[in-house]
């Protein structure tokens, strides 16, 4: 087996130093009706070549989005990653390294974390970030959470625009906690509906911009409202290249904001690994979920950087820390960081503006369709439309056109009651002919 | 053709023993100092080359930002170099050993990076029609069936990220049994004081109160004192087999059965799976959930703190309460369920957007498929097998927390050895670092004073295992012989010496800001 170093001839020699008589004797603390004798009913090893071709067959199965026509977003969006993200995510150091305990022998991963919290509180527009939580789902979970938290209301206040799986996530945390979780019903454009339901029991509003149905909003006269309630504004930003462009939560008065950085460095990966970004204002410092970073000095008084505020986290505080969470979602921030680094300001911002011409070139495309309505009124990269038929139906019958048109709201919310809706993305991966072929493709389906 | 050396020295030249002093600029020879992107990179500048927005933004209005982000850019070289001189200031699997107790650091094969990024993997949209995805939920169905075989348990939900994540998936899960059985009042949990930090927080998570078990002389669980705190109350316990002390619970099965005939469920820590995976199946000892570090036991890479994945496995009586999506058999082919409906409408509901760190699936699955059935116990073997000798080389100059009795995949040493020589368990660890070593998992458990636990795994060479060992027997006799101030100001060859984390805590600076005064370049001026 070419992964494990160890020859018969060792085994024997290290058994005759351990005073063993064999390799059973060490497994003999387990009950013997639990000792397997005989090797479970699975293949037996493999070559690379084998493993490689099942695999590859396996890939093989799969239309993957690059193949085509490609338009799916809600959450999870294609765009270039440049060929150095790969390759610096794969050095040695980076991949095959722990969590930075040891610092003196991991300051290139902290530097790293310093550089992305900065990063993310930058594109957030709040003070402070930390390391990076596993999505933007869990993220939003755990911003819920850390209202309750500071605020010490059991009320969360979920907007219609949140993606479902967001809502869902929260819901599903939030109800173990004992939150009362007011999860508005699924709407295009009305942030605004909130501030019905907002009262003086409530910890936070969660607001989504640009949100599931691709409206971008400005939050700022939510953020005031909540915030003469008492509560906290937590802002949701699913299309993290939007912050090139748009108003940052922080700048529309958010308290809290949360991301999902897989636009950004990462690939789609069929829903994960991603990063979930989480920042704050300075002051909810202590009530932050999630690993931390921070600068401090060495013996010698040199700059150097470490994990630190860890007394929030399981290992020191176990039943009494922020979030049971252990983990960062580490090379995938990595990842985020080096692209951003790679796009400075002046390229996101172009990448920003370029993906929202397209989805421009998109709206023009969609408006051309016979039957279709455009329901979203300000966009940044992503288009709800209304089909006269179930959305799925059509976007099953695209496909024989070779055009993936997107994603049927009902695929996230079957009891949503907008089986018509259908979410169409754009990117700067997306070209003018790709728009051409899902507007024939479209017209097509829905002439038959 | 060979290189001229006529007229050069070919000889170093004999020279005084103090001309090997610093450097003029400050340079340490091939480990670069690296200021932070902040510092470098210019707000103007960028590395990548877009095309020419075909349309402008002037339809945003209000809506669009008006004020610079603050992000500086770099050009690809300057990229490049910046985080290659990072990467070389840290410790890594491929450079050395890496015994980190509870966190098994083995080789990640780069066969499993390579088919991670096959674009049928890695260029696909969760969303996307599930027709255009069955191979990818084909090798989520086959990586369930070996998880399920592998323990034994006859259900798994993948989508947890992480193993704490895996932990706060099972309790929900034992809570939604607990609550449609008519038994909500149970909000308590069992936790052995040996336990992981993860075990109590998941518990407070899900708003279960927690309750420690004692630990015997011989580092188990005290079946006595379960026996008296498992009352009517007890919703689960959370036992990681083997151990945290990288024992394995020899009372495992009486463990099961107390806690079952209380009504109560059986939560395992899987963490420590990779010590008897192919030899032990923890649905034979009683278990009715356990998540699964595929970044532990299947070597899917750390990644310097993540992404790592915790699928859980569950047993008949907890499936029917697993968070969607799950894939599905079909006349079609398969299908996913991803939301609480129908069939599914007992699932408690969703541990996070999407299906799952695929990702992680791919790499895991290749791993398993790679090692086989045989192969995989051999790696249980293995790495029992490499521990117990670390254990035996070390007891000569190091105490062992638990002497007696063969340890599973880890060995666990306290600082008694230490007593009378100014040296702590932390002064030790931190002088591994100047052997080149990686230290071992330090004050963990909490149960064993200064503990350090090692975990070499099944993939060091018996070559390796013997250096490591010498090193820290070196250690071990100087520490002895009064060489207190060699670790004191340890380390002394890392890239920096020991960093003041009090200083860090009291001040937080959590992030770069141009004002704040610093002791290294100066920052980017505006341009």
Same mark, same amino acid.
Request: charged share 20%; with cysteine; proline share 6%.
């Given at each position: 087996m070419r992964y494990l170093p160890l020859t018969p001839a060792d085994r024997a020699e290290m058994l005759a130093v351990i005073e063993a008589p064999d390799i059973d004797a060490l497994f003999k603390d387990v009950p013997a009706a639990a000792r397997a004798k005989?090797?479970?009913?699975?293949?037996?090893?493999?070559?690379?070549?084998?493993v490689e071709r099942e695999l590859s067959a396996l890939a093989g199965r799969n239309r993957a989005a690059g193949a085509g026509p490609f338009f799916c977003g809600a959450g999870a969006y294609r765009h270039h990653v440049p060929a150095t993200v790969d390759h610096i995510i794969q050095r040695s150091e980076f991949l095959t390294s722990y969590t930075p305990y040891q610092p003196e022998i991991a300051q290139g991963t902290l530097q790293v974390l310093f550089e992305f919290q900065t990063q993310v509180a930058a594109?957030?527009?709040?003070?402070?970030?930390?390391?990076?939580?596993?999505d933007g789902s869990t993220a939003c979970a755990e911003a819920v959470m850390m209202a309750q938290r500071v605020t010490r209301r059991e009320k969360a206040i979920l907007s219609g625009g949140l993606h479902p799986h967001y809502a869902a996530t929260t819901q599903t945390i939030a109800h173990a906690e004992g939150m009362e979780i007011v999860r508005l019903p699924a709407a295009v454009d009305a942030e605004a509906a909130v501030l019905d339901v907002l009262d003086a029991e409530t910890a936070c509003v969660v607001v989504q911009t640009p949100n599931v149905f691709g409206v971008a909003t400005d939050v700022t006269r939510i953020a005031e409202a909540a915030h003469a309630a008492g509560a906290l504004l937590i802002v949701v930003t699913t299309e993290a290249v939007s912050f090139g462009l748009l108003k940052s939560p922080g700048e529309m008065g958010a308290d809290i904001a949360v991301a999902e950085g897989q636009s950004i460095g990462n690939s789609l990966n069929f829903g994960g690994p991603y990063v979930g970004l989480f920042a704050a204002r300075e002051k909810l410092l202590r009530q932050m979920p999630g690993r931390l970073c921070g600068e401090t000095v060495d013996a010698e008084g040199r700059r150097g950087f470490v994990l630190t505020l860890s007394t929030r986290e399981q290992h020191i505080r176990r039943e009494k820390a922020t979030s049971n969470i252990c983990t960062n979602s580490g090379l995938c921030a990595l990842a985020f960081s080096i692209h951003l680094s790679l796009l400075g300001e002046a390229g996101l911002r172009q990448l920003a503006e370029l993906n929202h011409a397209r989805a421009r070139e998109l709206k023009t495309a969609l408006t051309a369709v016979p039957g279709l309505e455009v329901l979203t009124p300000r966009f940044f990269n992503e288009i709800a439309v209304r089909l006269p038929r179930p959305a799925a139906e059509v976007v099953e019958a695209c496909l024989a056109d070779g055009v993936v048109a997107g994603v049927p709201f009902s695929r996230l919310n079957p009891a949503g009651g907008m089986d018509e809706v259908l979410l169409i993305a754009a990117t700067e991966t997306t070209t003018i002919q790709d728009i051409a072929a899902l507007a024939r493709a479209l017209t097509r389906s829905l002439g038959r | 053709m060979s290189m001229q050396t006529v007229g050069r020295p070919t000889r170093p030249e004999a020279v005084a023993a103090d001309a090997s002093a610093a450097s003029l600029s400050g340079g340490h020879g091939l480990q670069q100092d690296e200021p932070l992107i902040f510092e470098l990179g210019g707000w103007e500048k960028t590395g990548v080359d877009l095309p020419a927005p075909d349309a402008d933004a002037s339809d945003l209005g209000d809506l669009a930002r008006t004020t610079p982000i603050g992000l500086p850019g770099l050009s690809e070289p300057e990229t490049v170099r910046h985080y290659v001189r990072l990467s070389q200031k840290n410790h890594a699997i491929d450079l050395a050993l890496y015994p980190l107790g509870s966190c098994t650091m083995k080789h990640n094969p780069r066969l499993n990076e390579k088919v991670a990024r096959l674009a049928g993997f890695a260029d696909l949209h969760p969303l996307q029609p599930v027709s255009t995805t069955q191979g990818a939920l084909e090798l989520m169905d086959r990586l369930a069936h070996w998880l399920k075989t592998l323990t034994g348990l006859p259900a798994v939900a993948l989508p947890p990220k992480a193993g704490a994540h895996g932990e706060l998936c099972g309790l929900l899960a034992i809570r939604a049994a607990h609550e449609a059985a008519g038994h909500g009042h149970r909000r308590q949990v069992l936790v052995p004081s040996s336990a992981h930090g993860t075990n109590p927080a998941t518990a407070a998570f899900v708003g279960y109160s927690v309750t420690e078990i004692a630990q015997t002389a011989d580092g188990r669980v005290d079946l006595a004192d379960l026996a008296a705190k498992l009352g009517p109350e007890v919703a689960a316990i959370m036992v990681t087999n083997p151990n945290t002390c990288g024992l394995f619970e020899r009372d495992i099965i009486e463990i099961a059965r107390l806690t079952h005939q209380a009504g109560a469920y059986f939560y395992c820590d899987g963490a420590n799976f990779n010590a008897i995976v192919g030899r032990v199946r923890p649905g034979d000892l009683g278990v009715d959930a356990m998540h699964i570090n595929l970044h532990k036991t299947f070597s899917t890479p750390h990644g310097g703190g993540g992404p790592g994945a915790g699928p859980v496995v569950m047993s008949q009586a907890l499936a029917p309460f697993a968070p969607a999506p799950w894939v599905t058999h079909g006349p079609d082919g398969l299908s996913l369920t991803e939301e609480a409906v129908g069939e599914a409408v007992q699932a408690f509901g969703r541990m996070?957007?999407?299906?799952?760190?695929?990702?992680?699936?791919?790499?895991?699955?290749?791993?398993?498929?790679?090692? *086989?059935?045989?192969?995989?116990?051999?790696?249980?073997? @293995? /790495?029992? #097998?490499?521990?117990?000798?670390?254990?035996?080389?070390?007891?000569?100059?190091?105490?062992?927390?638990?002497?007696? *009795?063969?340890?599973?995949?880890?060995?666990?040493?306290? @600082? /008694?050895? #230490?007593?009378?020589?100014g040296v702590t368990t932390l002064d030790f660890a931190k002088a591994m670092i100047d052997e080149g070593f990686h230290p071992m998992t330090m004050y963990f458990p909490l149960v064993v004073h200064g503990a350090m636990l090692i975990e070499p795994t099944e993939t060091e060479s018996k070559a390796e295992l013997d250096r490591f060992c010498e090193a820290l027997l070196q250690l071990a006799r100087a520490a002895k012989a009064g060489e207190a101030e060699r670790f004191k100001a340890a380390p002394r060859l890392a890239p920096l010496r020991r960093l003041d984390e009090t200083l860090a805590a009291r001040k937080p600076r959590l992030t770069w800001r141009p004002d704040a005064p610093t002791v290294a370049p100066t920052p980017l001026a505006a341009e």
């Amino acid at each position: 087996m070419r992964y494990l170093p160890l020859t018969p001839a060792d085994r024997a020699e290290m058994l005759a130093v351990i005073e063993a008589p064999d390799i059973d004797a060490l497994f003999k603390d387990v009950p013997a009706a639990a000792r397997a004798k005989d090797l479970f009913d699975l293949p037996l090893h493999a070559g690379e070549l084998e493993v490689e071709r099942e695999l590859s067959a396996l890939a093989g199965r799969n239309r993957a989005a690059g193949a085509g026509p490609f338009f799916c977003g809600a959450g999870a969006y294609r765009h270039h990653v440049p060929a150095t993200v790969d390759h610096i995510i794969q050095r040695s150091e980076f991949l095959t390294s722990y969590t930075p305990y040891q610092p003196e022998i991991a300051q290139g991963t902290l530097q790293v974390l310093f550089e992305f919290q900065t990063q993310v509180a930058a594109l957030t527009g709040l003070e402070v970030a930390n390391a990076s939580m596993y999505d933007g789902s869990t993220a939003c979970a755990e911003a819920v959470m850390m209202a309750q938290r500071v605020t010490r209301r059991e009320k969360a206040i979920l907007s219609g625009g949140l993606h479902p799986h967001y809502a869902a996530t929260t819901q599903t945390i939030a109800h173990a906690e004992g939150m009362e979780i007011v999860r508005l019903p699924a709407a295009v454009d009305a942030e605004a509906a909130v501030l019905d339901v907002l009262d003086a029991e409530t910890a936070c509003v969660v607001v989504q911009t640009p949100n599931v149905f691709g409206v971008a909003t400005d939050v700022t006269r939510i953020a005031e409202a909540a915030h003469a309630a008492g509560a906290l504004l937590i802002v949701v930003t699913t299309e993290a290249v939007s912050f090139g462009l748009l108003k940052s939560p922080g700048e529309m008065g958010a308290d809290i904001a949360v991301a999902e950085g897989q636009s950004i460095g990462n690939s789609l990966n069929f829903g994960g690994p991603y990063v979930g970004l989480f920042a704050a204002r300075e002051k909810l410092l202590r009530q932050m979920p999630g690993r931390l970073c921070g600068e401090t000095v060495d013996a010698e008084g040199r700059r150097g950087f470490v994990l630190t505020l860890s007394t929030r986290e399981q290992h020191i505080r176990r039943e009494k820390a922020t979030s049971n969470i252990c983990t960062n979602s580490g090379l995938c921030a990595l990842a985020f960081s080096i692209h951003l680094s790679l796009l400075g300001e002046a390229g996101l911002r172009q990448l920003a503006e370029l993906n929202h011409a397209r989805a421009r070139e998109l709206k023009t495309a969609l408006t051309a369709v016979p039957g279709l309505e455009v329901l979203t009124p300000r966009f940044f990269n992503e288009i709800a439309v209304r089909l006269p038929r179930p959305a799925a139906e059509v976007v099953e019958a695209c496909l024989a056109d070779g055009v993936v048109a997107g994603v049927p709201f009902s695929r996230l919310n079957p009891a949503g009651g907008m089986d018509e809706v259908l979410l169409i993305a754009a990117t700067e991966t997306t070209t003018i002919q790709d728009i051409a072929a899902l507007a024939r493709a479209l017209t097509r389906s829905l002439g038959r | 053709m060979s290189m001229q050396t006529v007229g050069r020295p070919t000889r170093p030249e004999a020279v005084a023993a103090d001309a090997s002093a610093a450097s003029l600029s400050g340079g340490h020879g091939l480990q670069q100092d690296e200021p932070l992107i902040f510092e470098l990179g210019g707000w103007e500048k960028t590395g990548v080359d877009l095309p020419a927005p075909d349309a402008d933004a002037s339809d945003l209005g209000d809506l669009a930002r008006t004020t610079p982000i603050g992000l500086p850019g770099l050009s690809e070289p300057e990229t490049v170099r910046h985080y290659v001189r990072l990467s070389q200031k840290n410790h890594a699997i491929d450079l050395a050993l890496y015994p980190l107790g509870s966190c098994t650091m083995k080789h990640n094969p780069r066969l499993n990076e390579k088919v991670a990024r096959l674009a049928g993997f890695a260029d696909l949209h969760p969303l996307q029609p599930v027709s255009t995805t069955q191979g990818a939920l084909e090798l989520m169905d086959r990586l369930a069936h070996w998880l399920k075989t592998l323990t034994g348990l006859p259900a798994v939900a993948l989508p947890p990220k992480a193993g704490a994540h895996g932990e706060l998936c099972g309790l929900l899960a034992i809570r939604a049994a607990h609550e449609a059985a008519g038994h909500g009042h149970r909000r308590q949990v069992l936790v052995p004081s040996s336990a992981h930090g993860t075990n109590p927080a998941t518990a407070a998570f899900v708003g279960y109160s927690v309750t420690e078990i004692a630990q015997t002389a011989d580092g188990r669980v005290d079946l006595a004192d379960l026996a008296a705190k498992l009352g009517p109350e007890v919703a689960a316990i959370m036992v990681t087999n083997p151990n945290t002390c990288g024992l394995f619970e020899r009372d495992i099965i009486e463990i099961a059965r107390l806690t079952h005939q209380a009504g109560a469920y059986f939560y395992c820590d899987g963490a420590n799976f990779n010590a008897i995976v192919g030899r032990v199946r923890p649905g034979d000892l009683g278990v009715d959930a356990m998540h699964i570090n595929l970044h532990k036991t299947f070597s899917t890479p750390h990644g310097g703190g993540g992404p790592g994945a915790g699928p859980v496995v569950m047993s008949q009586a907890l499936a029917p309460f697993a968070p969607a999506p799950w894939v599905t058999h079909g006349p079609d082919g398969l299908s996913l369920t991803e939301e609480a409906v129908g069939e599914a409408v007992q699932a408690f509901g969703r541990m996070c957007a999407f299906h799952g760190q695929m990702g992680m699936f791919v790499r895991a699955y290749a791993y398993m498929r790679s090692h *086989g059935a045989d192969g995989l116990r051999q790696v249980a073997e @293995d /790495a029992v #097998l490499n521990a117990n000798y670390v254990k035996a080389r070390l007891s000569g100059e190091m105490s062992a927390a638990f002497p007696d *009795g063969p340890c599973m995949h880890e060995a666990l040493f306290d @600082d /008694a050895w #230490l007593e009378g020589t100014g040296v702590t368990t932390l002064d030790f660890a931190k002088a591994m670092i100047d052997e080149g070593f990686h230290p071992m998992t330090m004050y963990f458990p909490l149960v064993v004073h200064g503990a350090m636990l090692i975990e070499p795994t099944e993939t060091e060479s018996k070559a390796e295992l013997d250096r490591f060992c010498e090193a820290l027997l070196q250690l071990a006799r100087a520490a002895k012989a009064g060489e207190a101030e060699r670790f004191k100001a340890a380390p002394r060859l890392a890239p920096l010496r020991r960093l003041d984390e009090t200083l860090a805590a009291r001040k937080p600076r959590l992030t770069w800001r141009p004002d704040a005064p610093t002791v290294a370049p100066t920052p980017l001026a505006a341009e």
